[in-house]
């Protein structure tokens, strides 16, 4: 608006300057009617005006900001081949997978974050630290241990040390010790939860730690069947070899964690070993009812590499008897663990 104020005044002293320059002397003094000359410079003035008010107009042109085009496509961190895009994982692990619908590099990306040395997963060993664990330290031959199952003179069948086998509702107990190694499974819906009584005498233990010092706590307890089945061959899909995977992990069906009396304690990991807190626990576990499960040394028994994390809950007096004995619990009952 002002620019149209200052443009008319322009215009204005440019007609009166014009009209004065255009007038003769003589019309002034006698007073005639005042005629405006054929030489005037009113029009181009005025036109000149106009030009230079239509450069000021130019220049007040705010410059348009440019938005990128919302359908381009995204750039792609690696290229992919049409394949690759139309390509859905059907790797089966135990059941229908998981995977069914993802692409090859969703799948990549969700098992890399799934095994960190954070977050132990397996039935055993966090599987990353297993890499840094020398595999000739311990022989992987089938267990000396061997199954002598005999019938005593009630007919009952006995193992190799004379200890009771039976079978409840597809629970095997020796020695009235509920079992689950690579020899004796337990069935699909068994188990709901950590044993009571294992949890109180953890809790015992705990606090007696912690007046020493020591800090305990578990990592992983009771495992459903299911559960064990994703673990284990997620491991299996993982490593590419059932066999060593059998060495850290049980099967779905096999593992002591699904009796809810055996529990990891702190954690899963090769680094455990020889610190102060996996210390405490081989010399005083017994004295609340638990044992190191599998002890070093008894691989080729326990079908299990040694873990000092994880304890198995026997009770009192009988946790005191097989760490005293120096043996494993296989040992002790006269049974022996291998998947048949």
Same mark, same amino acid.
């Given at each position: ?18 009209? /004065? ?20 410079? &009113? ?7 106009? &030009? ?232 005083? /576990? ?55």
């Amino acid at each position: 608006m002002d620019k149209l104020k200052l443009s008319a005044a322009v215009c204005a002293a440019a007609l009166m300057l014009a009209g /004065c320059g255009s007038f003769d002397e003589k019309d002034a003094v006698s007073g005639s009617t005042v005629q405006a000359k054929d030489e005037t410079k &009113v029009p181009l003035i005025v036109v000149e005006t106009r &030009v230079q008010e239509t450069e000021n107009k130019e220049e007040e042109i705010p410059t348009e900001e440019v938005v990128p085009s919302q359908t381009e496509a995204p750039v792609l961190d690696s290229p992919m081949t049409e394949s690759e895009k139309s390509n859905d994982g059907t790797i089966v692990l135990g059941g229908e997978s998981p995977n069914v619908g993802k692409t090859l590099t969703q799948m990549s990306v969700q098992e890399e974050a799934a095994y960190s040395n954070n977050q132990p997963m397996g039935n055993e060993v966090d599987p990353q630290s297993f890499n840094n664990y020398a595999n000739d330290v311990q022989n992987t031959q089938e267990p000396v241990v061997e199954q002598q199952v005999e019938n005593n003179e009630n007919g009952e069948q006995v193992s190799g040390n004379g200890y009771k086998i039976e079978t409840v509702n597809g629970v095997t107990y020796v020695g009235g010790i509920l079992i689950a190694n690579k020899s004796y499974s337990l069935p699909q819906n068994y188990g709901s939860g950590l044993d009571p009584e294992a949890q109180r005498a953890f809790n015992e233990m705990q606090a007696a730690a912690w007046n020493d010092g020591i800090n305990l706590y578990i990592v992983s307890g009771y495992r459903s069947y299911w559960y064990q089945d994703q673990l284990y061959w997620g491991y299996v899909n993982t490593r590419g070899s059932q066999a060593e995977v059998d060495r850290f992990s049980a099967r779905a069906g096999f593992s002591e964690h699904q009796t809810g009396l055996a529990m990891d304690l702190n954690s899963a990991s090769r680094s455990f070993e020889g610190t102060p807190e996996a210390l405490w626990i081989e010399q005083h /576990c017994a004295d609340y009812g638990f044992i190191i499960r599998y002890p070093d040394g008894k691989e080729d028994i326990t079908g299990f590499m040694y873990e000092p994390w994880h304890v198995r809950y026997l009770g009192k007096d009988l946790a005191r008897q097989v760490t005293d004995s120096g043996q494993c619990l296989e040992e002790y009952l006269g049974i022996n663990s291998y998947y048949q």
